[in-house]
Nanobody, 122 residues
Framework: QVHLVESGGGLVQAGGSLRVSCAAS????????MGWFRQAPGKAREFVGA????????NYADSVKGRFTISRDWAKNTVYLQMNSLKPEDTAVYFC???????????????WGQGTQVTVSS
């Protein structure tokens, strides 16, 4: 079992930056593929980005590519989503997710955090 807790959400002006964190506990953290998703009001949850455990490779949704970066702190069992050049349309609840090796490609994550709200004002 894996327990994920997000933090770091908040209110930021358009063009600003914010970093959200996802602390993991339970199953060995270093063999988990990690992903970030978001859900805006009235919309379906969408993929933001992911990081593969084996080689650190990352991929991102086109809407955030070049602005968002996923990183990982092995010592703290924490994954970060650094968000730069934020836009009002980035406003959403952001969720981190984890899964066994292979999830990076399948995107069928087994474990989910509770989410953290990010609001970007214009």
């Amino acid at each position: 079992q894996v327990h994920l807790v997000e933090s770091g959400g908040g209110l930021v002006q358009a063009g600003g930056s914010l970093r959200v964190s996802c602390a993991a506990s339970g199953r060995t953290f270093d063999v988990l593929d990690m992903g970030w998703f978001r859900q805006a009001p009235g919309k379906a949850r969408e993929f933001v980005g992911a990081r593969r455990w084996s080689d650190g490779n990352t991929n991102y949704a086109d809407s955030v590519k070049g602005r968002f970066t996923i990183s990982r702190d092995w010592a703290k069992n924490t994954v970060y989503l650094q968000m730069n050049s934020l836009k009002p349309e980035d406003t959403a609840v952001y969720f981190c997710a984890a899964g066994p090796p292979g999830t990076y490609s399948s995107r069928q994550y087994n474990y989910w955090g509770q989410g953290t709200q990010v609001t970007v004002s214009s």
